[in-house]
């Protein structure tokens, strides 16, 4: 239904836009720029005011009291504070406020007004701790960027965050024959010292009375209404200023393609630059990004891979003419490591999602967090003792607080906070357990590392074509559909890892899903050079 949706509103949507800022970009350009918002919002919405109606229809409410920021704002500055926002307990109560006002109540409404930076600008969204060891990397990277972009060519192909290791990423730049960037380092992000415009309420207040469509559907009505309400500003206020520093950017003029596997979503000035250089024709490649993609229920198409010419994929054959089966990016040219039998036990955790799904994320990770704590007290004795918990190093991002609620579990486990590299902790270990459907599945299964799966869904969430290959897995002991049998499986083979992983019918398995959704290569960049040429 929210495809649907998705569909029916985009055009008219993108079209007042064009209006508005006396432009005539195409669909595509605008699904390249805001259409990952666009997806996000209605998913929240579709969650916020579904949730709103079950409660009125449900309970008896004698009353509701709203904390509202002072100026009543949803607007946030771009798509990453947006999700931010998502997540923050004002924000939503600013919204669910505008949204209770479509419905008719009979029951008093307090509102308390609260002094609150809606756009996050003075927020710090880093997720790392950073090293004086990486931030030196980084600054080293950076000098060279801006030194190297003296030596670019105006049709170099334009290659930033490949997902490839950064030697593989240097060496395809120079099979292309142009002079290597790393442009990721070469610019700051888009932020509020660069970029500082307020939300215009009157302006869209006029987009939202020729947009909003007056349906007999609630639903539709209340998504129609809050649309532009919740647009970020760098799509409307900020729109000529965002295209300014789009175009000084120190990137190709005529690039022969541009290829992402990362910036396609959240980095406003990228995807407008890029977005230009497509409706003037230009080619425009992107790389897998996470292990969903042919795998998870509803998922695909992404807009990513509906919006570029090729969608490079880590060995899945998509219904899509874009979608071109490589390998691994991640892995790509990583030495092919030999299973390692001994150390200890590395329990990789999820962190709380962002809450702009149809459905109660919160509510799932409640769950998800007690089938960890179900996993754990399970391990026998050996096994435990070499447990390591290994948080998302997003944690500290979300207002979870997984590290004091182990604690409050069990005190003795061992827990990492996010900030240790991950490849050195599952080189440290014998067996790694990944608790949900993870892009790092994908990155141990095709690396031949002893792992492990269980989720909390079963296999709801795989697309139905894909589960003959999941039933593999299972069929194997690999994948698990409770912790209570992932918990078994470790305390069964703790002490004869190898024997169990080597198994001909652990790796038969093992093989045939990489061969599907985690291919290798002997030879990534001459692979990935022909793809992207031909």
Known sequence: ???????????????????????????????????????????????????????????????????????????SLDETLFETNCGDDIWNNTLYHQIISFFEVDFPLEILKYKS???????????????????????????????????????????INSYLNLDKEIKLQLALKQWPQIWAYNRESLNLSNFDKDCDK??????????????????????????????????????KDLEKIANEQPWPSEPKFIFTSNNYETDEVFKFWCASKVEK??????????????????????????????????????????????????????KKERPRFNGGLLLIQQHLPHRYETWDTDAEFVQYFDDQKEFVGMLSTNPKKELLIRLHHANNFFRWNE????????????????????????????????????????????????????????????????????????????????????ANKVNEIWDNTENWWMQKNVQDARNEFCKIYARTSQNSVYELKQILLS
């Open 281 to 334: 024709g230009l080619k425009y490649f992107v790389g897998q990004h996470g292990n969903r993609y042919g795998i998870s229920k509803n998922f695909s198409e992404q807009i990513e891979e509906i919006t570029s010419d090729k969608f490079i994929t880590w060995g899945y054959k998509g219904k899509l003419p874009q979608h071109i089966p490589t390998f691994v990016l991640k892995t790509a040219g990583d």
């Open 403 to 486: 590290m004091e609620r182990w604690i409050d579990f069990d005190p003795s486990i061992n827990i990492d906070d996010g900030s240790v590299n991950i490849k050195k902790l599952i080189s440290k270990n014998k067996l790694v357990v990944h608790s949900y459907n993870s892009t790092g599945t994908l990155e141990t299964l095709s690396k031949n590392i002893p792992t492990l799966i269980f989720w909390q869904n079963k296999l709801d969430i795989i697309e139905e074509n894909a589960i003959p290959n999941f039933q593999l897995l299972i069929d194997a002991g690999i994948l698990h559909l409770s912790a209570k049998s992932a």
């Open 202 to 239: 009157f302006i869209r207040e006029k987009l939202k009375n020729k947009f909003i469509n007056r349906s007999t559907c609630k639903l539709e009505e209340i998504i129609t209404s809050l649309l532009y309400d919740l647009l970020p500003i760098c799509y409307l206020e900020g729109f």
């Open 1 to 75: 239904k929210k495809r649907l949706l998705e569909k029916k509103l985009f055009s008219p949507f993108f079209k007042l836009l064009n209006e508005h800022h006396k432009t005539e970009y195409s669909e595509r350009f605008w699904q390249i720029l805001i259409g990952h918002w666009f997806r996000k919002t209605l998913g929240l919405l579709f969650n916020r005011i579904n949730t709103i109606g079950e409660c009125l229809e449900n309970y008896n409410i004698s009353g509701c009291t709203f904390y509202v920021n002072g100026d009543s704002s949803l607007a």
């Open 117 to 159: 930076n809606i756009l996050n600008k003075d927020l710090n969204i880093s997720q790392y701790n950073d090293t004086f060891k990486r931030n030196f990397f980084k600054k080293l990277l950076k000098a060279y960027s801006q030194i190297s972009s003296k030596l670019k060519k105006k049709n170099d192909a334009f290659i």
